[in-house]
């Protein structure tokens, strides 16, 4: 039953979009009118559609035969721009050269990516019961972009020129390009030939960000044990400002022998320890199994992209010229990622929040920990929760407790009986209205 | 995709060549390419279209049930079909009229309007119209070439307009000339196909229940398990009260049985002129008394392919008020009119003997040999019961009287028939062992034994009419009475004989779904309507004229702002208010003394960040921004800009433009 639902939604899907690859819109139009023609029709006696039909019919098939018997070939270029931006649209050009010896018009660029379709895992641990509704909308989350058909003018004999792409990316992640499709109108302009050109490329899809308001998280500067460039690793390390003559007591490994050479007297390295504002942006990752597809995990899902582009819209807000940005989420494993200073820059934070997933098979104390474990050097915490439970409260009150300052953000649709009032809430949907209130 | 010009109006009036109606083509044609040459046009949005579309749906489905109702199925689909795209043109015509050149989807669908899909589509609905406007000229059905000869041209034309130039043009043509030559043999075939099909299997093309084939009737003989017929209406009859029940309503006679099928031999139909006035047909010499009680009833009836044959009691001497183009009638009594699909009504006189008598009856003929025939395959089982009532030498009446009783006494009434024994015919079977089946059975049999006592006789079907119509007048006539009998040749006229024991109506009944009240009511409204279909149409058509008043003055009121557009092919500029405004030439001095504005930099923005920055003295900030003000006033307060600040905003801006000559400059900011 599953097997055979998901087999006839995956040929049917597949069919449609063969269908609008191979089609022209005049012939997406002039097969209605075929089909529609053929129903009125059925009684030869009563209507004259069934000559429609046949007409038709005719003009589709002589078409189709006209796209298969062309050969035409192209070479492809794309320039793609570094990122885009999830529920923005965005362009780039492909440059196009035709390999024939005869000029060409009717011509459209078709991207390939990669196929919505869901698998046969993901439709049987997604839906209740097969249903085409159900497929459709799997389909629709899979989908990372859309991207238009692009239409080339006339193109001469050896000629190149440029064509706009223009797309709608739909959800944050990677847009993997897998080809390009170059299609050209058969004389009636019904049915295309297509000539479909290996191109893969990759396209870094960023999360949607929010306008917020400059943020002072607040906090003191705290010893940062090994210094700046070595801020977040690990070794008995700290920022060195220069040489010095040698003293009673500086421990011998400090001593640079190649000044000692050169000066013909021990010489010292000297460091000094540094102090500066360290911040965590913690997103909560922890949204439970996977559950079957309803309004309720819609919304559940709604809400942890929205939680992720709060944290990508704080990411992008927090000036890390005077402090480090530590962006801590679970994932496979406990990750950190820190901005400012030389190290990453905000925009990468942004790209790795493009890549980050829910956590099902782990619990919230793993988050918990990487994050106390790393309070003593954290001066303020901004904390993205997409649940409010026990753990959490702890959580918080642990980190409370070590005086670091928080901001606490609850990002859910869900409506609880009792939180404090220090929790900010916001509505997915209602994101903007919420964070403005900051 | 936009339709090339003139294209709409060329396909309105190929509708109008196939259909007649040019009043109504020739001003939708009009209206339709009147854009062309008038440069004003309607500021519509989304829901402006939505409330046009629903009006085209209301009055849609206004022409769907007053088709229904008056034509009934399949005639109301093609007339639907026909009219569909006037009923739709006001979506494109308000397309055409608007500064849209698109209506999204949710336009027609209300699903989207509730839930719209993630990315808009929207089309132009000239496209669709333009293929509306062919379907409709084809659901007309006119004979000739014109249908064909006007589908190549236009498809060609929109074809021509919109092609690759790359491809050679006598490539295209030549490309298009076998395109028409493979629709043309292709529609031929097809055509054909359903003319060979009609023919190799006349009953499964005519279908059952109310429609009669006066060549052939296959029974339900020899089936096994129960025969179901439906609850549907199919006549309604007004009867005089001198009419007892059950009357028996003929359609057509058979005189010769074929294991399980009778079949008329001589079914060869003749024209019957109209007598005296054009909706009478005389089918009788008989003489008329129309005062006698029983002699007259009314037949109201429904055709759904058109040509119906009429439902007749014995010894009908003339139909009366029949609007029909022709009647034809064969040597069985069968009787067909020349009418198109959809409801009918005739009245029916008798004549003063109330049977089929040979010498004045010009519809029914005199006996002959095959209707004294038994086939090989019955005789054995016929001649055995023959032999054991002893028909052999009776008078035909009393022959006749010894069959009635046989089956009265004998026989049961039955819808169900098991599994037959083996090696004896169904008939034999119902003869000698079973005896109990449905009238098929009871009309079958008697026929051939009333043959084999030597009384010609006939297997004759129709309906028989019993049951009371509630609501409304007279009788009803389900498919399920529909009913075989026997017409028997006894003292020299023809006379209905039905064997069939009388509680097979009761047992028939007794079968009545509880639903059945429901769909009587709706038959009955079908029915008035479609005595009422001039008035309806008229009504309907009284009901758009204030609808589309009404979409008129909403419209009207929710935006009165009609736009004039620069020049025809500019159509996707919009007038704006407050687009003279003189703070265009304060921002236009700006960028000529080389401050440059971003992208995506408001006008407020912009002045701020070039006011602040090195090298630009002389530029006031709070003077521009005082104007910059008054401007966005002028351009977006829904109250307007009042007068002595209006003139301010003229003069401040001539005294800064006098003040700031243009000096050529560096770009201060990119």
């Known amino acids: ?438 | 995709m936009n339709t090339p010009p003139f294209l709409l109006a060329a396909a309105a009036l190929f509708w109008a060549t196939q259909t007649g109606q040019w009043l109504v083509a020739a001003v939708v044609a009009v209206l339709m390419e009147g854009p062309r040459y008038r440069t004003w046009r309607w500021s519509l949005e989304e829901s402006d279209f939505m409330r046009i579309a629903d009006f085209c749906t209301v009055l849609l489905v206004g022409l769907a049930l007053y088709f229904y109702f008056t034509f009934g199925n399949p005639r109301a689909i093609t007339l639907l079909f026909q009219w569909l795209p006037v009923a739709l043109a006001p979506i494109a015509l308000a397309v055409a009229w608007s500064t849209s050149r698109e209506i999204g989807l949710a336009v027609l669908f209300w699903s989207l309007r509730r839930a719209p899909m993630r990315r808009r589509y929207a089309f132009n609905p000239g496209v669709t119209l333009f293929v509306l406007w062919l379907l409709g000229a084809s659901a007309a059905n006119h004979p000739g070439w014109s249908f064909e000869i006007g589908l190549v041209l236009l498809t060609g034309w929109a074809l021509w307009v919109s092609r690759p130039r790359s491809h050679p043009r006598a490539v295209w043509i030549l490309s298009l000339l076998m395109v028409a030559s493979l629709g043309y043999a292709g529609h031929i075939g097809l055509h054909g196909l359903q003319q060979w099909l009609e023919g190799a299997a006349p009953e499964w093309i005519a279908g059952g229940g109310s429609r009669t084939n006066p060549y052939r009737s296959n029974t339900d003989i020899g089936s096994m398990g129960d025969i179901k017929l439906t609850e549907g209406i199919v006549m309604r009859i007004t009867a005089d009260p001198g009419w007892r029940v059950p009357i028996l309503l003929h359609r057509a006679s058979y005189d010769d049985y074929r294991s399980g099928t009778w079949v008329a031999k001589s079914p060869r139909f003749e024209s019957i002129s109209p007598f005296e006035v054009a909706t009478r047909w005389k089918l009788s010499n008989a003489a008329i008394d129309p005062g006698r009680p029983g002699s007259q009833l009314s037949v109201n009836d429904y055709s759904a392919g058109g040509n119906p044959v009429l439902s007749l009691p014995i010894g009908v001497a003339r139909i009366d008020s029949l609007a029909a183009s022709d009647v034809q009638a064969n040597s069985l009594g069968a009787v067909q009119a020349e009418h198109k699909p959809g409801y009918f009504s005739y009245s029916v006189l008798l004549g003063a003997d109330g049977a089929a008598s040979a010498v004045t009856d010009l519809a029914y003929s005199v006996p002959g040999a095959t209707d004294l025939k038994v086939p090989a395959g019955e005789a054995a089982a016929i001649t055995s019961i023959a032999d054991e009532l002893q028909l052999a030498g009776l008078q035909p009446a009393e022959a006749l009287a010894v069959i009635r009783k046989f089956f009265a006494e004998r026989f049961q009434y039955s819808l169900w028939q098991g599994k037959p024994a083996g090696g004896a015919t169904p008939l034999a079977e119902f003869l000698l062992t079973t005896r109990a089946g449905h009238c098929e059975y009871f009309a079958s049999a008697t026929t051939l034994l009333l043959r084999a006592a030597g009384v010609p006789a006939r297997y004759a079907t129709g309906f028989s009419v019993q049951e009371l119509a509630s609501p409304g007048d007279g009788y009803v006539v389900r498919e399920r009475h529909a009913h075989a009998w026997v017409r028997a040749w006894v003292d020299g006229a023809w006379r209905d004989v039905d064997t069939t024991p009388p509680d097979w109506f009761a047992a028939e009944s007794a079968r009545t779904p509880f639903w059945s009240k429901l769909t009587d009511v709706w038959s009955w409204l079908r029915f008035w309507i479609a005595q009422h279909s001039a008035d309806t149409g008229t009504l309907l058509g009284w009901l758009a004229i204030p609808m589309g008043l009404w979409i008129a003055w909403r419209i009207q009121s929710a935006r009165r702002s009609l736009v004039q557009m620069p020049s025809d092919k500019a159509v996707n500029s919009v007038a704006h208010i407050g687009s003279d405004s003189e703070f265009y030439r304060v921002a236009q001095r700006l960028l000529e003394l080389g401050y440059a504005r971003h992208d995506a930099e408001s006008l407020q923005e912009w002045l701020q960040r070039i006011a602040v920055l090195p090298g630009a003295p002389g530029l006031d900030q709070a003077e521009l921004e005082a104007m910059v003000r008054l401007h966005y006033r002028y351009r977006f307060d829904p109250l307007g800009l009042p007068e002595p600040d209006r003139l301010r905003l003229q003069e401040r801006s001539r005294d800064w433009l006098a003040r700031h000559p243009v000096v050529v400059r560096n770009q201060k900011a990119v």
Not at chain 1, 356 to 380: E, M, P, W, Y
Request: hydrophobic share 45%; aromatic share 8%; net charge positive.
């Open chain 1, 1 to 438: 039953m599953w097997r055979l639902s998901w087999l006839m939604f995956r040929s049917l899907s597949g069919a449609w979009i063969r269908m609008n690859r191979r089609f022209t819109t005049a012939g997406l139009i002039a097969i209605s009118a075929m089909v529609i023609a053929a129903a009125l029709g059925v009684d030869t006696t009563q209507t004259l559609a069934y000559q429609i039909f046949t007409f038709v019919a005719a003009l589709l098939a002589v078409s189709l035969v006209a796209a298969v018997m062309m050969r035409p070939r192209f070479a492809v270029e794309r320039a793609l721009p570094k990122t885009i931006t999830a529920g923005q649209s965005f362009d780039y050009r492909v440059r196009v050269k035709n390999l024939g010896g005869k000029a060409m018009d009717g011509l459209t660029l078709l991207e390939i990516t990669t196929d919505p379709r869901p698998s046969f895992a993901q439709f049987r641990t997604r839906l209740r019961v097969p249903n085409y509704g159900g497929w459709w909308r799997l389909m629709n989350a899979n989908e990372m972009a859309h991207i238009d058909q692009g239409a080339a003018g006339m193109l001469d004999a050896n000629g190149e020129t440029e064509v706009r792409m223009r797309g709608l990316a739909w959800r944050r992640g990677v847009l993997r390009l897998q080809a390009v499709t170059v299609a050209r109108a058969d004389p009636f302009g019904l049915v295309r030939a297509l000539v479909t050109l290996p191109s893969p490329a990759t396209l870094v899809v960023l999360p949607r960000r929010y306008q917020v308001a400059p943020l002072a998280l607040g906090g003191h500067r705290l010893y940062q044990h090994g210094g700046v460039t070595l801020a977040t690793s690990v070794g008995d390390s700290e920022e060195f400002i220069g040489l010095r003559d040698y003293r009673p007591g500086d421990p011998l490994q400090r001593i640079h022998w190649k000044s000692f050479a050169r000066a013909g007297k021990p010489v010292v390295r000297e460091y000094q320890d540094e102090f500066f504002e360290r911040h965590a942006l913690v997103l909560d990752t922890f949204a439970g199994a996977q559950a079957k597809l309803s309004r309720q995990s819609r919304a559940d899902e709604l809400a942890f992209e929205e939680a992720v582009s709060v944290a990508a819209s704080f990411a992008c807000t927090i000036d890390t010229q005077e402090c480090l940005l530590d962006l801590l989420f679970v994932g496979a494993e406990s990750y950190c990622f820190t901005a400012g200073r030389g190290q990453l820059t905000t925009a990468n934070l942004v790209e790795v929040l493009a890549g980050v997933q829910k956590c099902t098979d782990k619990s919230f104390d793993h988050l918990a920990n990487a994050v106390i474990s790393r309070g003593s050097a954290l001066s303020g915490c901004l904390l993205i929760l997409i649940e409010w439970d026990e753990a959490r409260e702890d959580f918080v009150m642990k980190l409370r407790s070590r005086g670091v300052l928080l901001m606490v953000l609850l990002v859910s649709a869900k409506e609880h009986a009792s939180l404090p009032a220090w929790l900010r809430v916001l509505h997915p949907g209602k994101i903007q209205e919420g964070l403005v209130g900051l």
